[in-house]
Structures are given as C-alpha cells and as structure tokens.
C-alpha cells in the first residue's frame, strides 16, 4: 500500500474488555513496530518485529499486553482486560529493516477505555 | 542499550527567533540519529537523520541538526521559527540493531 494504515481508528471500550488493534505496514517492509503515546507525552516502546518473529518484547507493559504478525505483514496488538490507564495512541510503525532507515508511522488508533 | 534524552519537554520561542530542540544520545556504537516532528492531531514524519556521513545535516521546513560525538549531542535548530512550526518533536537513536528508541518529545510553541 501506500503507506501504513492502522485501525480501527478509534475504539471506545468498557474496562475489563479485550480489544484488538491491526496494523497493515507499507508493503515490502520486514520490520514493525508498535508504540503507545498517552495524551501529551512521549513515545512508549512496545514489540518490534523482524519478519515475524520478535526479537524485543521489553517494551509490552503486561501480561495483558500481546502481538502478533503473520506472513511478515499485517500485525495485530491484543490487549486482554483493558484497564483505564491503557487510554492512549497507539501507533504502529515500518521499516525495510535495515540499520538506518527510517521508520514510516501510521495514523494511530485512539483508544478510550471507559 | 541506546537511549536519548530530549532537554526540555515544552520550548517556547517568538515568531522570527531561533529554535534550538536539545537531544543527547547513548550508544555503545556509532549511532545513526533522527528527528521525527508531530504536528497537531497528526502522525510522526521525518525531518531529518544521520548515518554517519556529513555531521551537519539539513532537513524538511528549513531545520538543521549538527552531530556531535564528544558532547554525545544531536541538536536540532531553526535559524528563524515559523508559527507553522508549532509541533511536537521527538529525536531518535538506532544503533546496532534496527530497531529504534525514541525521546519523550519537545513541544514547541511559537508565539506572534
């Protein structure tokens, strides 16, 4: 595709849901990236994939937290019992993998945990 | 493990002045370094990056960021700040791996 497309685009959810955040990465791209940005601070390392296995999962918070990607494309981000504090951006990220090259972002996906 | 902090989470400069957006790095190699800006209900695009050739290197909307080993520093400037430029800026650090660590971000204001 064109660049990396996220979504759904926003997703309000009870606490205590699970949720299901997809991320399709520019085509060709072996390597992923998902980040969480609570309203008005910095990016959060999550999972980083290299194909589909990932080599870093330092960054997941939880348990609660996981990520899969299948046939080195699209990637989805589960969170299991969603807790308020879990309100965020969450953005997926690509790159050709190799040292050096930029990462292109997607849009993000808001999510609200009621 | 590679790392960057951003001096500053919120610089405030007047319309014509100079932007100046601190970041300082760890690595234990040479690290290859970006700018990434955020502007307001947007996504992250790159300004600028640094892979080890020229120490200062020019990007998008007429900034700048000059390497420095021996300070272990990646400033990013502006000779002359725009309102337009009013965003969220993070700097990044990739080194060994392909994976990269961002900054917590500035936000910069410009003001009339």
């Known amino acids: 595709g064109a660049g990396v497309s996220q979504s759904p685009s926003n997703k309000v959810t009870e606490k205590g849901k699970d949720v299901e955040l997809r991320c399709d990465p520019i085509?060709?791209?072996?390597?992923l990236y998902w980040y969480r940005q609570r309203l008005g601070q910095g990016l959060e390392f999550l999972i980083y994939f290299q194909g589909n296995s990932a080599p870093d999962k330092s960054g997941l918070p939880s348990d609660r937290f996981s990520a899969e990607r299948t046939g080195e494309s699209v990637s989805t981000l589960t969170i299991q019992r969603t807790q308020q504090e879990d309100s965020a951006v969450y953005l997926c990220a690509s790159s050709s993998g190799f040292r050096g090259h930029e990462q292109f972002f997607g849009p993000g996906t808001r999510l609200t945990v009621l | 493990a590679q790392s960057v902090t951003q001096l500053g989470s919120h610089v405030s400069v007047s319309e014509g002045a100079l932007v100046l957006l601190r970041c300082n790095y760890s690595?234990?190699?040479?690290?290859?370094l970006f700018w990434y800006v955020q502007y307001p209900n947007q996504g992250l695009q790159l300004l600028l990056k640094y892979t080890s050739a020229a120490t200062l290197v020019k990007g998008i909307n007429g900034f700048e960021a000059e390497f420095k080993k021996s300070e272990t520093s990646f400033h990013l400037t502006k000779p002359s700040a725009h309102m337009s430029d009013a965003a969220e800026y993070f700097c990044a650090v990739s080194d060994k791996h392909d994976d990269m660590r961002f900054g917590a971000g500035t936000r910069l204001t410009v003001k009339p």
């Open positions: 085509s060709g791209h072996t390597a």
């Open positions: 690595s234990s190699v040479p690290p290859y």
